[in-house]
């Protein structure tokens, strides 16, 4: 009887722990449109140029683009900020190879100069990292990486640029890396403001986190219906199936 008691009671601790871990996994916040990305169940990339070198820029041409690869595409997002031409403005590797160099200025006009910005990238050991641009210098590690600003969380402090209750607010995208390594996607459903769209990550546990755009943002997610077909953008995230 006792031995039936114990096995019972193991029973409920693996469930309760099943449970525990399954909510885990899941992040609500009805004010954004959220994506988790486990890097050791899904393949994600950088994708800028097609095999013409020419801008991939929509997500229908991305469809396109990842089923030439013979892969589907499951979830994309616009990835950072872009010159006129659609190329990146500032850092993008893409399969190890640099694009597009650092950007290092300091001072600048927009967004992306309001320092410090900072690069989300993947290394070759299939990790993902969010790091301030002062302090990245060695590339030689990284296979994917896109470089956007302003940082919204610095080592687990909401920049400091950023006003509560500003009324400067746009829709926003941005990632961010979860305590246990899994990449965090949110893009704002309304107006948002730096400070308030920065606290979420902090909330979520990510020590760093990277704005990537503003007003232009979209993404293309099947999964929950959401399928913005109607942006033109540089650099873009994909997870591929």
Not at 21 to 39: C, G, P, S, Y
Not at 84 to 111: A, F, M, R, W
Not at 118 to 138: C, E, H, I, M, R
Request: proline letters at 3%.
């Amino acid at each position: 009887m006792i031995s039936r008691v114990l096995q019972h009671l193991f029973l409920l601790v693996l469930l309760s722990s099943s449970c525990h871990n399954t909510q885990d996994l899941i992040i609500k916040d009805d004010r954004f449109h959220i994506k988790v990305i486990d890097l050791t169940k899904q393949k994600l990339q950088l994708y800028w140029l097609d095999q013409d070198n020419k801008p991939i820029e929509t997500f229908e041409q991305l469809n396109i683009h990842v089923k030439q690869q013979d892969k589907r595409l499951v979830y994309a997002m616009n990835a950072g900020m872009y010159l006129k031409d659609h190329s990146p403005q500032g850092l993008y590797i893409e399969n190890g190879t640099i694009h597009k160099q650092l950007d290092t200025v300091t001072v600048g006009y927009g967004n992306f100069y309001l320092q410090p910005n900072g690069v989300f990238y993947l290394t070759q050991d299939g990790k993902a990292q969010v790091t301030a641009t002062p302090q990245l210098s060695n590339f030689s590690y990284i296979t994917y990486a896109t470089q956007s600003g302003p940082m919204l969380v610095i080592n687990d402090t909401i920049h400091p640029a950023f006003n509560k209750g500003s009324k400067n607010v746009h829709i926003r995208n941005a990632v961010g890396i979860l305590p246990d390594g899994r990449i965090l996607l949110a893009i704002s459903k309304e107006k948002i403001n730096f400070y308030d769209f920065a606290t979420f990550f902090k909330n979520q546990g990510c020590k760093n986190a990277l704005y990537l755009d503003g007003f232009v943002s979209r993404i293309y997610d099947p999964t929950i219906n959401v399928e913005q077909m109607d942006g033109h953008f540089g650099v873009m995230i994909g997870v591929s199936d």
